[in-house]
């Protein structure tokens, strides 16, 4: 619908109680022109307890609204009660709203729906004329959810126009979430373009903005970025430490990790995740 909502996937518009599994897509993706924009590389918007598992996007996503809100993100544009694992992505994705602008290298907007193992080393950027952008290297906006052992290596950027932009490696905005064993490897950038009083800033290494949650045990990358772990932090644990270049180069960022994983296997031994190539 021109006026109401629009919902573009690489493989589904809309999954509502349905598993996608092992799906991929390689072509490009816009969404355009609705008041409420949701744009996926594999899936526009899933929830009520779907699950999205070995899914993947090489795809450039494009979401725009000239008036209204959009999200968009590598494999998801918006979730809400599910889960995802194991999925990535390697393509762009790009946000522009006359609204709010919550854009992710793997999911846009995502609520209560649980991501591990993911990653994306796609470049991201979400543009809001006349409000606020959440851009994340994994999730632009992530509420009421844990992201765990999952990684970013694309840059981020996210621009504002009369309100906050909130920017990081792995979340831009994070609300009532924990953010676990989880790193980023690439460049934040975020910029306010109004000149209202409300404008601010928050650029984090690892999460733009938290509000009441958790970090912990994750690392960035000071060279790409030289600011700090969190942009703002309201409520909330923090644990992250800050690594060259060179210590994720040599591996020594993935033994860390590694080191950190608490899921266990049957025998009770720490099951493998992270490692070096």
Same mark, same amino acid.
């Given at each position: 619908?021109?006026?109401?909502?629009?919902?573009?996937?690489?493989?589904?518009?809309?999954?509502?109680?349905?598993?996608?599994?092992?799906?991929?897509?390689?072509?490009?993706?816009?969404?355009?022109?609705?008041?409420?924009?949701?744009?996926?590389?594999?899936?526009?918007?899933?929830?009520?307890?779907?699950?999205?598992?070995?899914?993947?996007?090489? =795809?450039?996503?494009?979401?725009?609204?000239?008036?209204?809100?959009?999200?968009?993100?590598?494999?998801?544009? *918006?979730?809400?009660?599910?889960?995802?694992?194991?999925?990535?992505?390697?393509?762009?994705?790009?946000?522009?709203?006359?609204?709010?602008?919550?854009?992710?290298?793997?999911?846009?907007? &995502?609520?209560?729906?649980?991501?591990?193992?993911? *990653?994306?080393?796609?470049?991201?950027?979400?543009?809001?004329?006349?409000?606020?952008?959440?851009?994340?290297?994994?999730?632009?906006?992530?509420?009421?959810?844990?992201?765990?052992?999952?990684?970013?290596? =694309?840059?981020?950027?996210?621009?504002? =126009?009369?309100?906050?932009?909130?920017?990081? =490696?792995?979340?831009?905005?994070?609300?009532?979430?924990?953010?676990?064993?989880?790193? &980023?490897?690439?460049?934040?950038?975020?910029?306010?373009?109004?000149?209202?009083?409300?404008?601010?800033?928050?650029?984090?290494?690892?999460?733009?903005?938290?509000?009441?949650?958790?970090?912990?045990?994750?690392?960035?990358?000071?060279?790409?970025?030289?600011?700090?772990?969190?942009?703002?932090?309201?409520?909330?644990?923090?644990?992250?430490?800050?690594?060259?270049?060179?210590?994720?180069?040599?591996?020594?960022? *993935?033994?860390?990790?590694?080191?950190?994983?608490?899921?266990?296997?049957?025998?009770?031994?720490?099951?493998?995740?992270?490692?070096?190539?």
């Amino acid at each position: 619908s021109e006026n109401r909502g629009a919902y573009v996937g690489g493989v589904v518009g809309t999954s509502i109680y349905a598993a996608v599994s092992n799906c991929s897509n390689t072509g490009k993706i816009n969404g355009t022109g609705c008041t409420v924009t949701n744009v996926g590389g594999v899936v526009g918007t899933y929830g009520n307890e779907s699950a999205v598992t070995g899914c993947y996007n090489t =795809g450039a996503v494009y979401g725009m609204s000239e008036d209204g809100e959009v999200s968009a993100g590598g494999v998801l544009g *918006s979730s809400f009660y599910g889960s995802m694992l194991g999925c990535y992505s390697t393509g762009t994705v790009r946000a522009e709203a006359g609204s709010v602008v919550c854009a992710g290298g793997v999911v846009g907007n &995502n609520y209560h729906c649980t991501v591990t193992e993911c *990653s994306n080393i796609g470049a991201i950027e979400g543009v809001s004329e006349n409000d606020s952008a959440s851009v994340g290297g994994i999730a632009g906006r992530n509420s009421f959810v844990t992201i765990k052992y999952s990684y970013n290596t =694309g840059e981020v950027y996210g621009m504002a =126009g009369d309100w906050h932009a909130d920017v990081g =490696g792995v979340v831009g905005g994070s609300y009532s979430d924990s953010v676990i064993g989880c790193y &980023n490897a690439g460049s934040v950038v975020g910029v306010v373009k109004g000149a209202s009083i409300y404008n601010c800033i928050h650029a984090g290494g690892i999460v733009g903005c938290n509000t009441d949650g958790v970090v912990a045990g994750c690392y960035y990358n000071s060279t790409a970025f030289s600011g700090t772990a969190v942009g703002k932090i309201s409520e909330a644990e923090i644990n992250v430490e800050n690594r060259i270049a060179e210590d994720f180069a040599s591996g020594e960022v *993935s033994y860390l990790l590694q080191a950190n994983v608490a899921d266990t296997d049957d025998n009770g031994s720490s099951i493998q995740i992270w490692g070096q190539t």
